[in-house]
């Protein structure tokens, strides 16, 4: 089924009825007020809750906390930090995390284990609690349904605001799904690669809810890379409040792929957005892999040329050397059989049944030039196809991460 989505311009997560974010300056960081640094994200009512996690086997504290809070399927509010993981922080990291859930809940006046706690920042340094308290207590004293800056806020290395809201048609009501999200370094589709918070007043079942998200975070931030790293902090959670008034949408409700269609729609902005800005990056990269032999597959197959660093140097260097992409589609672990590769750089065919063609090599460096770059590849063995999406890699990324510290 589709539907139609109506686009709110600038709109985010507190576009949904219900949702209020504030933020704060505190300087988390070194001290230095160059940015806010602590949002709060609240509903007026507790919310059905989602959750994906990082698969990194090194956890940061807040995961620990909100893994442990959410376990009820209900949520009514984030506490995040930016500047600081808190990860690799030992019992001090842990109880740092708990008191910023429990001032959080006690600044909002809702119970602690309806509050989620996120942070993103540098790993292995403890948090200035001086600091993050100031800046909590501010952010709840600042709560606006306006709060753009929460997207600010939770920004790292990041160099625009992630964020996007749509409206959608569910049985005769109005249901809005709002976003936000960071990410730019250590960025890698392997659940859930950044910082994300989708809200959305539609009432629905926290079961579904949960079952949604899962497949969604597969098709969309499972699917972009920056660097090829997996975060300590990572993690998504999708908000539903209700207050819109629909009838509770489960798994066969009539209009339940209206609603994932919506948050889709918003993850994948968000998702795209993230490889865009990946750090020093010029140009977003979207490789297609069609012709798999299943989409699981062709999955493997786009994700592995997408992330490799040689494809990504080439798009930098607008270098049409379509070997680095058979090289990627045969390393990926998809079944590949080089004589029936067909690949394209933009409109440009540059090798058909695995040989390369002649080509106008000052078209294709064109399309390497464009942003977005597209890459495709035909793998014509098959029904599967996938879009994965990255980033170029550039000196850029050697300079900020050479000194991600400092």
């Keep these: 089924m589709s539907a139609t989505l109506q686009q709110i311009p600038d709109g985010g997560v507190t576009s949904p009825n219900g949702f209020h974010a ?39 504290a807040p995961l620990v906390v909100t ?10 509010a984030v506490v995040v930090n930016s500047g600081n993981a808190n990860a690799c922080t030992g019992t001090q990291g842990a109880a740092d995390a708990a008191e910023m859930q429990a001032l959080a809940a006690e600044s909002l006046g ?13 790993i292995g340094v403890t948090l200035p609690m001086d600091r993050v308290k100031k800046g909590i207590l501010t952010a709840a004293e600042t709560l606006t349904a306006t709060g753009s800056d929460f997207a600010e806020a939770i920004m790292t290395t990041d160099l625009v605001k992630k964020q ?55 098709r969309t931030f499972n699917r972009i890379t920056v ?14 409040n209700g207050l819109a008034g629909n009838d509770p949408l489960r798994e066969h409700h009539p209009d339940w792929p209206v609603f994932v269609q919506a948050v889709e729609s918003v993850a994948l902005h968000l998702a795209k957005t993230m490889a865009r800005d990946g750090e020093g990056a010029t140009r977003l990269i979207e490789v297609t892999v069609t012709g798999a032999l299943h989409e699981a597959d062709a999955e493997k197959a786009a994700k592995a040329v997408v992330g490799s660093s040689l494809v990504k140097t080439a798009v930098f ?44 090599e000052m078209a294709a460096k064109r399309e390497l030039e464009q942003d977005p770059v597209v890459i495709r590849a035909n793998l014509n063995i098959g029904e599967g196809a996938v879009t994965a999406y990255g980033c170029d890699l550039t000196y850029e990324y050697v300079k900020i991460n050479g000194s991600y510290r400092t």
Excluded at 67 to 76: D, F, V, W
Excluded at 227 to 240: E, H
Aim: charged fraction near 15%.
């Design 164 to 218: 996007a809201a749509v409206t959608i048609d569910i049985g005769g009501t109005v249901v809005t799904v709002g976003g936000v999200a960071k990410g730019s370094g250590m960025i890698h589709p392997n659940m859930a690669t950044m910082l994300a918070f989708i809200t959305t007043d539609a009432a629905v079942e926290q079961s579904a809810l949960q079952q949604a998200l899962c497949e969604i975070t597969s």
């Design 67 to 76: 893994k442990e809070s959410l376990a009820t399927g209900r949520c009514q």
């Design 110 to 122: 809702v119970a602690k284990d309806l509050v989620a706690v996120a942070s993103t920042g540098v």
């Design 227 to 240: 660097d090829g790293d997996t975060s300590t902090n990572d993690m998504a959670l999708l908000l539903a």
């Design 22 to 60: 504030g933020t704060a300056q505190a300087g988390i960081k070194d001290g230095l007020l160059e940015k806010k640094d602590v949002a709060l994200l609240y509903s007026e009512v507790p919310a059905a809750v989602a959750a994906v996690y990082t698969t990194n086997l090194v956890k940061a």
């Design 317 to 360: 260097g607008a270098d049409a050397n379509w070997g680095r992409v058979m090289m990627a589609l045969g390393r990926s672990g998809a079944q590949v059989d080089a004589t029936k590769v067909d690949i394209w750089i933009g409109g440009v065919q540059v090798a058909e049944r695995g040989l390369g063609l002649p080509f106008d």
